[in-house]
């Protein structure tokens, strides 16, 4: 790799590292249902701007409107919403630990229906994610009873699940499709449709969000986190083999667990730590000489705020 490439992957995963803890600051900030919905809104607007600079198709085909609304409730709803909801509960740097299960998850469902052969060394790996999440989840385990906390990390699992899923649909529907264009429509349909939904449960309080100081986090985490991350990660994997590129930024997680540790004063236990170093080797095993078949990563992962 070269040092313009090298570069980007640092960026990217700072960014993306980064993420989770302004995410979860702005939680407190905003109402998270008009949050995570105006933060798509303008990351979709985002990639429209850059997708029409490039002289790109912007509008879908007539048949494609219905696997566009699938994919969308899927990504946003089943991932975004229910990211949302769940890091009010869990720390940030824990959130990105339990949602990067997903290449573990993938593994499974790529057996069951994509027919990718699930071979011993995925089920290796599988079993280092389940080590970790066990490592994660011991100290609730040890009395269980159901509390918000517990629940928003099983929720973040789930997210994690749905993040594999939605990749898998991805797989099987969009395989040849320009990727840009595609997460524009997720983005914008699936904003909307959140929108909607929290207008009817959350009220609007114009203090906030003419806050030019709220305004500036929000705009950074649409505009850098979610939109401009993506153009950049897209540049990445157009540079580098896909495994490489995949691999390269499972860094991610370990930085939000860092990043939450410096700079948000969340705990480091001595059980999130072990949980997060399974995890990260049960993704690698899960990856590891997968270049060809693992292109479904490539996909899922500009997905991944």
Known sequence: MNIRVVSAITVLCLVWGSLWGLIKFSLHIFPPFQFISVRLIIAALTLL??????NRSILPEKGDWGKLLISSLMLCVGFYATQTFAMQFVDSGLSAV??????????????YILKERL???KI??????VLGLVSI?????????MNLTLLGELGLIFVGFMWAATTIYIKKNFATYDKVKLTIWQMLIGGIIILFGALLVEPIDLHIWMNPWNDSILFYVSIIGTGA??????????QVDTFVASISIMSIPILSLFFGYVFWDEP???NIMIGAVFICIGIILSSFKLKTKQKVQTISLDHQH
């Not at 701007?49 to 490039?54: A, C, H, P, S």
């Not at 290796?124 to 994610?129: A, C, H, I, M, N």
Request: proline share 2%; aromatic share 16%; no cysteine.
């Open 268 to 270: 480091l236990t001595l």
């Open 49 to 54: 701007i850059v997708q029409r600079l490039l």
């Open 229 to 238: 991350a993506f153009a950049l990660w897209n540049w990445i994997v157009t």
């Open 98 to 111: 339990l949602v990067f299960t997903m290449p573990i998850f993938i593994g499974v469902l790529a057996h």
């Open 124 to 129: 290796v790996g599988l079993f280092f994610g």
């Open 119 to 121: 071979n011993a060394q």
């Open 137 to 145: 989840l011991w100290t609730q385990l040890h009395d269980i009873h």
